[in-house]
């Protein structure tokens, strides 16, 4: 609901509580679902430096200046996958730099004439809306 802890303690090496006054909590109108625990005259709220990381990170990953740099990466990621899971790209079955470089651009090749294959296809049954006449 907005409210700022009172103070912070360190238990342990990984975790951290935020302390809330008793007032506060009082009157919060969802109480009922708060993680905050009541422990006697305060609120604990216990957490992890990681979540606190996870959800920095998280509300960066939001941001339209984050999308817009990392647009092109989650572009190839779909080609990526796809790669290994119809390709068999994750698991090579050759040794060797020179081998290796053959049989990935042969799977890329492979999947760039699927590809095109497969817009031809889409394109050859597309019905086209014959020119609208004039009702005149």
Do not use: W
Not at 102 to 111: F, G, M, R, S
Not at 112 to 120: A, D, E, M, Q, T
């Amino acid at each position: 609901m907005g409210q700022a802890p009172v103070a912070h303690q360190q238990p342990g090496k990984l975790t951290r509580l935020a302390i809330f006054s008793a007032e506060s909590c009082a009157a919060c109108p969802i109480a009922d679902k708060c993680p905050v625990q009541r422990r006697g005259d305060r609120s604990v709220f216990p957490f992890k430096i990681a979540d606190v990381a996870v959800a920095q990170r998280r509300q960066e990953q939001a941001t339209p200046e984050f999308k817009e740099q990392h647009k092109i990466r989650s572009g190839i990621e779909a080609t990526n996958s796809e790669l290994k899971r119809c390709h068999g790209f994750a698991k090579l079955r050759v040794r060797g730099r020179s081998r290796v470089t053959l049989a990935v651009h042969l799977k890329v090749i492979a999947l760039n004439v699927k590809r095109y294959v497969g817009h031809l296809v889409q394109v050859a049954t597309a019905v086209v809306d014959p020119a609208p006449t004039c009702a005149c």
